[in-house]
């Protein structure tokens, strides 16, 4: 083998899903492996990982697939090897490859592409992290975008509640609000995050909701009344906002991380909505960012140009090491991120 100069022993490490999760994930319920990678055929590259993602969409989404698969998720990955001439070797990409190291992407075979999405190229960001391409510049900056301008449609001088504030969708959507003139309130799981909400992202106010009130909090914040509500969370927190509701509000559900560790058949129960929905005449909107998909790069500019112009800021909590992806995905799920929470492999 002295010879061949092309072929290589490459190893992927990857974590394989071994039972479903129940309750809260539990490390046992995966599997750290290593794979052997084949050479490259014809129109195939090799990437390897530099930042992967953990967000809140894996715990309730993986029991759709059956044990034994790469555990799902998105990636920024380099391309370190290639036999495509559209995927060059040095450039990244962002792709739900799972999590694991190292992958061959074939663009012209089905991936096990959970998120409907092929893996593209992430646009120019100049001197920006690439890690951006999985928050800010990616799927969680989308969402807040597309969320909050399609659903909301929030006009200037309203008031906009937003739970789970302090993560990556929720400092996002508030920091949008802002731009645009709205009187913007928090709801998040601490007072360190409320300060950063408040002291460095300009939100009039925010909510602890594990010390305060929110009722009460709220009546004091917004005394006019909510005419927005961004929803990361869902459950009773949920409930509370939308009675604080002006007519004609707009909720636009993003998430309801509140339930995401417990099972469809045991859901918690929260106070019932139909008479505020009735009498203030609220429209309440579900969404998945992937409606906007033939609008993905206008997104990214928008808020890559928000960043450029200083009325956008992001912040990561960052795990360091591919081995601690599982620790990094509990924490993020019990509120230890500030910001997107990744990995850097
Ligand atoms: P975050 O960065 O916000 O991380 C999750 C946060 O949720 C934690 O930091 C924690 O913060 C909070 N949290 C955890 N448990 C609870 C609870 N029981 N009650 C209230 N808050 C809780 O994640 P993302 O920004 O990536 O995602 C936020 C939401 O947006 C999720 O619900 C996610 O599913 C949804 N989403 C939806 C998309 C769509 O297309 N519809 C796309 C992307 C995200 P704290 O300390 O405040 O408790």
Redesign the pocket.
């Known amino acids: 083998h002295k010879f061949s100069t092309h072929s290589r022993t490459m190893k992927a490490k990857k974590f394989v899903v071994v039972n479903h999760f129940v309750n809260e994930a539990k490390p046992t319920d995966l599997k750290l492996v290593e794979e052997e990678l084949p050479p490259l055929k014809n129109g195939e590259y090799l990437v390897e990982a530099e930042y992967l993602s953990v967000?809140?969409?894996m715990r309730p989404y993986l029991q759709r697939f059956p044990v034994g698969i790469t555990m799902i998720g998105s990636q920024v990955a380099k391309i370190i090897e290639s036999k495509n001439p559209n995927f060059p070797v040095g450039k990244r990409i962002v792709g739900n490859l799972g999590w694991r190291t190292h992958t061959i992407i074939n663009p012209s075979t089905n991936q096990d592409d959970v998120l409907q999405q092929q893996p593209y190229v992430l646009p120019d960001i100049g001197d920006l992290p690439s890690s951006l391409g999985l928050g800010v510049l990616g799927?969680?900056g989308n969402?807040a975008y597309f969320?909050l301008l399609e659903i909301c449609k929030p006009k200037p001088g309203e008031t906009i509640v937003i739970?789970?504030?302090?993560?990556?969708?929720?400092s996002h959507v508030g920091q949008i609000a802002k731009n645009l003139g709205l009187i913007v309130i928090g709801?998040?799981?601490?007072d360190e995050?409320c300060k950063w909400l408040t002291e460095e992202l300009g939100f009039d106010s925010a909510i602890n909701?594990?010390t305060a009130s929110i009722a009460s909090s709220l009546r004091k914040a917004a005394p006019q009344g909510v005419d927005c509500y961004f929803d990361?969370?869902?459950?009773d927190?949920s409930s509370v906002v939308m009675y604080q509701m002006r007519p004609f509000g707009r909720v636009s559900?993003?998430?309801?991380?509140?339930s995401?560790n417990t099972d469809a058949s045991s859901l918690p129960k929260s106070t019932i909505l139909q008479p505020v929905i009735v009498f203030n005449q609220l429209k309440i909107e579900?969404?998945?960012?992937?409606r906007w998909a033939d609008r993905w790069n206008e997104g990214i500019i928008q808020n890559l140009r928000w960043i450029r112009e200083g009325k956008l800021r992001y912040r990561e909590t960052v795990t360091k090491g591919f081995e601690n992806m599982f620790d990094a995905f509990i924490g993020?799920?019990?509120?230890?991120?500030?910001?997107?929470?990744i990995i850097q492999a």
Do not use: H, L, Q
């Open positions: 967000d809140p969409y799927m969680p969402t969320g739970s789970g504030a302090a993560g990556a969708v929720g709801i998040c799981g601490s995050k909701y594990k990361n969370v869902g459950g927190i559900v993003c998430g309801s991380i509140s995401y579900g969404f998945i960012v992937t993020m799920m019990r509120g230890e991120n500030v910001g997107k929470a």
